[in-house]
């Protein structure tokens, strides 16, 4: 079992800044994948930006260039960096991880998640 625990949501202007971390209890990053995802109000949850075992990283249309996913295996830690923040953006974001693929260089589809924290940005 996979425990993930996401922090550092809160409120925020357009155009702020905000980093989220999740703290895993993974011990071997390069044989999962881990993602951030979102899930805006009456809507469905969405794929925001997601790092592989072998380190390729990928992010939705959304948030690319103001979007920055980074992990810090010592620590256990995944970041997602987020810039230029706009109202859009609100939602709740998820932390995510699942057993990375490496013969077929896909994520297994059965994602693990956290309890999920709340990002809202004001106008």
């Known amino acids: 079992q996979v425990h993930l625990a996401e922090s550092g949501g809160g409120s925020v202007q357009s155009g702020g800044s905000l980093t989220l971390s999740c703290a895993t209890s993974i011990s071997t990053y390069s044989t999962n994948c881990l993602g951030w995802f979102r899930q805006a109000l009456g809507k469905e949850r969405e794929e925001v930006a997601t790092?592989?075992?072998?380190?390729?990283?990928t992010y939705a249309d959304s948030v690319e260039g103001r979007f920055t996913i980074s992990q810090d295996d010592a620590k256990k830690t995944l970041y997602l960096q987020m810039n230029s923040l706009k109202p859009e953006d609100t939602a709740i974001y998820y932390c995510?991880?699942?057993?990375?693929?490496?013969?077929?260089?896909?994520?297994?589809?059965?994602?693990?998640w956290g309890q999920g924290t709340q990002v809202t940005v004001s106008s």
């Open positions: 790092i592989r075992g072998d380190g390729r990283s």
């Open positions: 995510a991880a699942t057993p990375y693929w490496s013969y077929s260089r896909i994520c297994s589809p059965s994602w693990n």
